[in-house]
T-cell receptor, first 114, second 114 residues
Framework: EPEVTQTPSHQVTQMGQEVILRCVPI?????FYWYRQILGQKVEFLVS????????KSEIFDDQFSVERPDGSNFTLKIRSTKLEDSAMYFC????????????FGPGTRLTVL | QQQVKQSPQSLIVQKGGIPIINCAYE??????FPWYQQFPGKGPALLIA?????SEKKEGRFTISFNKSAKQFSLHIMDSQPGDSATYFC?????????????FGAGTTVTVRA
C-alpha cells in the first residue's frame, strides 16, 4: 500500500539554525500539506500546496517558514531560524485530487529545538 | 478561534464497552468530517469519515453519528478491544476549489482495558 514517508524521524537543532524537513508524498497525489502537533496538543494546519504554489497558509506559517517541491517526488518544509517554540511533531500529508478529501499522513518528524 | 471542539479529553473502558467521543463545530461551511486514529509515535490515520447528507455511517466496529442541526458528530467504537487504545481526533474541512485544510479537535485518548 502506498504511503507518505518523512525524513528524518527526529531532528535536533540549536535555536537560530535552519532545518529542512523532507516528505515524499504518495506518487499520484496532487495536494500536499504540512501540519504540526506540539506535544500533547492537537494537530494544527500549517500550509497547503498545489500546482507548485501555496494554496493556503495559517497564521503559524510566518516568514520563517517556506515550502518547496524541488523535484517530482519530494516536498520540503524549511524553517529558516528555529525558535524553541518550533519544537513539535511535523506531519506531511497528501491527497489525491480536487474532489478527494482523504488526506494521508506520514509518520512525522519530531523536531527538537534546544 | 476553536473551530472544532472535542470531548472528553480521555476515557477508559473495559473490553467490549462502547467509548463515545463527541465533537461540535461552528463553521456551517464544513462539509466533510473525518475521524483519525493515532498511535504513539505515528501519524494520524483516517478511520472513517462522513458528509452532512447522512446521519450515520458504519465501518466495521466504528460508527459516526451526525446531527447537522446541532452541529455535532460523534464516534462510537462498538465491542472495543485493547488494540483500539489510541488517541482519536475528529476533524472538519470545507470543500473549496483547490484544497481541504483540516481543522482538528483536541483529541481523545481512549484506553480499553482487557
Amino acid at each position: 500500500e502506498p504511503e507518505v514517508t518523512q525524513t528524518p524521524s527526529h531532528q535536533v537543532t540549536q535555536m537560530g539554525q535552519e532545518v529542512i524537513l523532507r516528505c515524499v508524498p504518495i506518487s499520484n497525489h496532487l495536494y500536499f500539506y504540512w501540519y504540526r502537533q506540539i506535544l500533547g496538543q492537537k494537530v494544527e494546519f500549517l500550509v497547503s500546496f498545489y500546482n507548485n504554489e501555496i494554496s493556503e497558509k495559517s497564521e503559524i506559517f510566518d516568514d520563517q517558514f517556506s515550502v518547496e517541491r524541488p523535484d517530482g517526488s519530494n516536498f520540503t518544509l524549511k524553517i529558516r531560524s528555529t525558535k524553541l517554540e518550533d519544537s513539535a511533531m511535523y506531519f506531511c500529508a497528501s491527497s489525491e485530487g480536487r474532489f478527494t478529501d482523504t488526506q494521508y499522513f506520514g509518520p512525522g518528524t519530531r523536531l527538537t529545538v534546544l | 478561534q476553536q473551530q472544532v471542539k472535542q470531548s472528553p479529553q480521555s476515557l477508559i473502558v473495559q473490553k467490549g464497552g462502547i467509548p463515545i467521543i463527541n465533537c461540535a463545530y461552528e463553521n456551517t461551511a464544513f462539509d466533510y468530517f473525518p475521524w483519525y486514529q493515532q498511535f504513539p509515535g505515528k501519524g494520524p490515520a483516517l478511520l472513517i469519515a462522513i458528509r452532512p447528507d447522512v446521519s450515520e455511517k458504519k465501518e466495521g466496529r466504528f460508527t459516526i453519528s451526525f446531527n447537522k442541526s446541532a452541529k455535532q458528530f460523534s464516534l462510537h467504537i462498538m465491542d472495543s478491544q485493547p488494540g483500539d487504545s489510541a488517541t482519536y481526533f475528529c476533524a472538519a474541512s470545507k470543500g473549496g476549489l483547490r484544497d481541504y485544510k483540516l481543522s482538528f479537535g483536541a483529541g481523545t485518548t481512549v484506553t480499553v482495558r482487557a
